[in-house]
Antibody
Framework: QLQLQESGPGLVKPSETLSLTCTVS??????????WGWVRQSPGKGLEWIGS???????HYNPSLQSRASISVGTSNNQLSLRLTSVTAADTAVYYC??????????WGQGTRVTVSS | DIVMTQSPLSLPVTPGEPASISCRSS???????????LDWYLQKPGQSPQLLIY???NRASGVPDRFSGTGSGTDFTLKISRVEAEDVGVYYC?????????FGGGTEVEIK
């Protein structure tokens, strides 16, 4: 069974860049999904999709992030990454990574909490 | 964007009794391959969302069989045959057919 674990700095200063990593174990990230991505949940709020990276290289992002997000995958180290530039307090959230396939069970990580504050 | 609408907003339940949550999408979630891209998640207090149902009706690994997902097209239902105290939390539906992936606003299930 696949397991996903997010990691990154718990605290980021406003205007800086947030970098998160999602490490996949229990299988190869490239063979166990058709696309990968990130979702976040701000305090007391619902769930918001950040973006998805497809197996063939196509990437889609939430327009609300105004081109600040960047998702990449490292098949050699079985990791998925998220970079979010020019962060503000509105980016304070728990960030989750996921793997999805067309007809297989999706998997999510347990999430990593990020606070944007000076 | 596909809008996901859940009802009710809050659902008081009695242990041992059945419960159901509705989710409607603004567009059909049926893909040309015959699969329906609708998931159900439960977020227990203080925890991350856990997958209950995917592709509309498939139970995720380890999910008790008291949970079931039904529906097609734009109308979906999550049913709990006999509610247990551990089932409290916020339930979300999510569509994975079109970008942006979108979620329902959540249904909070609490014990009466």
């Amino acid at each position: 069974q696949l397991q996903l674990q997010e990691s990154g700095p718990g605290l980021v200063k406003p205007s800086e860049t947030l970098s998160l990593t999602c490490t996949v174990s229990g299988g190869s990230i490239s063979s166990r999904g058709d696309y990968w991505g990130w979702v976040r949940q701000s305090p007391g709020k619902g769930l918001e999709w950040i973006g998805s990276l497809y197996y063939g290289g196509d990437i889609h992002y939430n327009p609300s992030l105004q081109s600040r997000a960047s998702i990449s995958v490292g098949t050699s180290n079985n990791q998925l990454s998220l970079r979010l530039t020019s962060v503000t307090a509105a980016d304070t959230a728990v960030y989750y990574c996921f793997i999805r396939g067309l007809i297989i069970q999706p998997y999510w990580g347990q999430g990593t909490r990020v606070t944007v504050s000076s | 964007d596909i809008v996901m609408t859940q009802s009710p907003l809050s659902l008081p339940v009695t242990p041992g009794e059945p419960a159901s949550i509705s989710c409607r999408s603004s567009q059909s979630l049926l893909f040309s391959n015959g699969y329906t891209y609708l998931d159900w998640y439960l977020q227990k207090p203080g925890q991350s969302p856990q997958l209950l149902i995917y592709l509309g009706s498939n139970r995720a690994s380890g999910v008790p069989d008291r949970f079931s997902g039904t529906g097609s097209g734009t109308d979906f239902t999550l049913k709990i045959s006999r509610v247990e105290a551990e089932d409290v939390g916020v339930y979300y539906c999510m569509q994975a057919l079109h970008n942006p992936l979108t979620f329902g606003g959540g249904t909070e299930v609490e014990i009466k």
